[in-house]
Structure formats: C-alpha cells, structure tokens
C-alpha cells in the first residue's frame, strides 16, 4: 500500500466495483478520488491539480466548470426533471435538440432516437438496422461488419462489434455473426512504410470477406472514422472513401460511430464531413453533453426513418430515451461549442498546434511511431531495442500515463500507447504543460 487509505478510499474498496480496472492493482495504492474540476484542470482528494488530457474519457470538449451548462440543467429540473418520450409523449428540450442535431448533422440523417451512452447508440442502432431489413423484406441481412481495434461499447452485442479480444475474450464474444475485418492501422500490421497501400489492402480484404459471407446477409459496417480507445488510428488517404463505397455497392448499410469524433474533436461537428462518408446512420454521446451528464443519440437516414414512421409500432426506447434534463444540457453544450467558435477553433488554431507538439517527438528514440488529428493523439512508445523487441507484457503507454500523472497531468496509457485528447478550450501554455510532462514520462520510460 502506498500510503494508508483514506476513510473514503476504503468504502470505494468495500463497495464499489470499478469499470475497466484491475482491481488488485488499483486497491494496492487506493483508488484516485477527484473532488472538483475547472477549464481543463482537476483536483484531487489530496489536493493537486491535475491537467486533464484525456478530457474525462475523450468526453469533457467545452472543459469543466461551465456554469451556462449548471443553470440550465437546474432550470430544467425546476420545470420538469423528467418525462418520458414513450406512448405519444415527450418534453421541449428532447425536440429541439433533435431538431438542432438535424441542422448539424450530414445533409440525409434528420431524425433521431436518443438514449443514455454510446454502448446504447450502437445498440440502438443495431435494432433499428434489423427491424429496417425486416421491414424492407430483407431480414436474412443480420450480419454486422466491423474493423480489429475498434471500440464500440460494452453490451454484449457491442462488444461483439468491438475489435478488441482484452474486451470480448472474459465473456467468450463474440456472439456469431459478428465479423470483423482487418483496421488500416498499418503500425500495428508492420506496414508502415506505405501506410496508403495498407488502407488498400484493408479495403481488398473487406470487400473479400463480404463475397465470402454474401453481401444480402450483411446489414450494415460500423467504422469509427478515426479509431479512438482501439489505439488512435486515423484513416490513412484513400482509405474511407473506399470502404464507404464498397458498402454502397453492395447495399450494405454505413454507420459512423461518432462517439468521439463528432463535436469538434476533430475540428468538425461531424467527422463524416471530413471524409464526405455520407453515412446511413451516425451514433453519437460523449461531445454531446461534454459529459455533463450521459447522453447517446442514434441519428439515421430520411430511408430508414420513413420504414421505421410507416411501419407500424416502434418497439425500442429507454425510460430516459429524450430526457429533458440530459437534452437541456446538450443544448447549452452546443451553444457553448458554437458561441465560444470551438470548432474552427480546433480547426485552424488549437488543432495544429497540439499536432506540431505531438509530432515534436519525431525521432526521439523510444518513440516508434506517432499518429493524431485535430484535438486527438497518441505516442507509440517501443523500448531500447526498438519495436521488435516490444513484448505484449511491456504495456510502455500504461506505464508512461503512470510517470505523467507524477508530472502533474493525465493521459491515457492502451498497450504501448500514450493517448491525449484534451477539452477542446486548451489553451496554447496549457498544451505546452501538457507535452512539458509528457516528454519526461516518454524520456524516463527506459529507466
Ligand atoms: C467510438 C466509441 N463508441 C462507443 C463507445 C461507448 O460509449 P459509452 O462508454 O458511453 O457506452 C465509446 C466509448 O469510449 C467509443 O469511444
């Protein structure tokens, strides 16, 4: 034990199981207790302040302490906390927020479901994809296409989609007919001289594996349009105009999942604008209430919403589907977004700049590779004898993220891997903190 545990950090021990945590190792020092938050800074129990460049869980975009966001939850609580969106009902902020998505999103998605987290999004959308083939006399299209490292949320059908077997493997998924197709993270397939030809290659391989399966069994691909918790791993050129196509032609439906690309982490509302992926469907959360409270939305087609209008009754919704609090306080987030110009503001100001710190790293000897776009990045780290004598146990990032929290700011360690996605309200001096301290965790990782 590193220290004695506090009062608070023994009930946590007690009583409170931890997502995605080894808890052994975490009770051996105490869990981490933060007590309060302002702009990108959090404090702990014990008093320091922390610079949080993982935005929460690639999540806080307009930074902490927003008192716009407070008072409008409140307000909204003291009208009406809560009323469901079921059996012909629903509340003001629900409908606006609908209608203010549909004016963001990419021109063909004007409707939306909500929900409570991207997990349920990807969920949702997985239903409303079924009951739309089913619909369409299609329903022998059950089969879903998704990509090795991605990331799409923990129920058990989204952990089947998502491509990690450290999140599939404990619960022996995934479940059958859940396929997954080769990621463009040429890094990690030992392609990275020619990172294009590997997104090639990639595509070449999805469109194989949809003759092997038979493109009318196969509903719909998901694709994070950059990879987020699989490792940050943004498309190399060529690469997603390609696999868009590639569904296109074989009627298989396009879902972005958006849950961190979306609302300005990348410099755009959306990051299908980026690549013009013109998606079927977009699932969103995290950015949307820049984690204030939780919020998912699943925003599909004007297709897929009139077979769902016109096809009798729509047997999906959680009790909080539209709550009006959570609405409440996606639109003042996105007020936020749009009045303080943080979009154009990753774009053209904060975005390039994280980059060209983020790229300072070139050459540093226990850097092998580095990847990023717009507010996201991540450092792959190898140890002395470089990437081929890299073992699966070395977990380089987990223990650089170790070294920068003694420095004063939180990354996230995956694998080898430094991630850093900070609230999109950094500032430039903030930014140079943030690289000060993850320079002399990647200096000392040899050590
Ligand atoms: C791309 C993506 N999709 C889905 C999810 C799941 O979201 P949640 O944790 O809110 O269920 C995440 C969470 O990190 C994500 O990054």
Not at 204 to 214: F, L, S
Request: proline fraction near 6%.
């Amino acid at each position: 034990m590193a220290s004695t545990p506090t009062p608070l950090q023994q009930l946590d021990e007690r009583f409170l199981l931890h997502p995605f945590t080894n808890h052994d190792e975490m009770h051996a020092h105490g869990t981490h207790v933060i007590v309060s938050g302002s702009g990108v800074f959090v404090q702990d129990a014990q008093g320091r302040q922390l610079l949080d460049g993982l935005a929460g869980l690639w999540c806080v975009n307009v930074g902490y302490g927003r008192t716009e966001i407070i008072d409008a939850v409140a307000a909204q609580m003291r009208q009406v906390a809560f009323y469901p969106s079921f059996f012909n009902s629903t509340t003001e902020p629900a409908i606006r927020l609908a209608e203010r998505l549909a004016r963001l999103a990419p021109p063909r998605l004007k409707h939306t479901i909500f929900c409570n987290s991207g997990s349920e999004a990807n969920e949702s959308a997985l239903k409303i994809i079924r009951g739309y083939w089913k619909l369409r006399g299609q329903s022998q299209r059950t089969k879903i296409l998704s990509r090795e490292f991605s990331y799409h949320g923990v129920t058990i059908a989204t952990t089947s989609m998502t491509g990690l077997p450290s999140c599939s493997a404990p619960f022996d998924l995934p479940l059958p007919g859940f396929i997954h197709v080769p990621a463009p993270h040429a890094y990690a397939a030992d392609r990275e001289s020619d990172p294009v030809a590997y997104g090639k290659w990639c595509v070449e391989e999805t469109a194989r594996t949809i003759e092997r399966e038979g493109a009318d069994t196969i509903a719909a691909m998901f694709v994070e349009p950059v990879q987020g918790a699989g490792g940050v791993i943004p498309p190399p050129a060529g690469y997603l105009t390609a696999l868009r196509a590639l569904c296109r032609e074989h009627g298989i439906l396009f879902v972005a999942d958006e849950v961190i690309t979306a609302f300005g982490r990348l410099g755009e509302w959306f990051a299908s604008g980026l690549w013009n992926l013109d998606p079927d469907l977009i699932t969103l959360a995290k950015g949307l209430t820049s984690g204030y409270l939780p919020l998912g939305a699943t925003m599909v087609s004007d297709e897929i919403a009139d077979a769902l209008r016109h096809g009798g009754y729509f047997a999906h919704g959680f009790t909080y589907t539209g709550h009006p609090t959570t609405c409440a306080a996606a639109l003042a987030n996105l007020d936020i977004l749009e009045n303080d110009g943080l979009i154009p503001h990753v774009a053209s100001n904060i975005g390039p700049y994280f980059q060209e710190k983020l790229r300072a790293f070139a050459g540093h000897p226990a850097v092998g590779e580095i990847r990023g776009y717009g507010l996201i990045g991540a450092l792959e780290l190898v140890p002395p004898g470089g990437k081929a004598a890299l073992t699966p146990t070395m977990t380089l990032g987990v223990r650089a993220a170790a070294l920068a929290r003694k420095e004063g700011v939180i990354v996230r360690g995956i694998r080898d891997i430094i991630a850093l996605a900070p609230p999109l309200t950094i500032a430039r001096e903030e930014v140079d903190q943030l690289f000060a301290a993850v320079r002399v965790a990647v200096d000392r990782i040899w050590e």
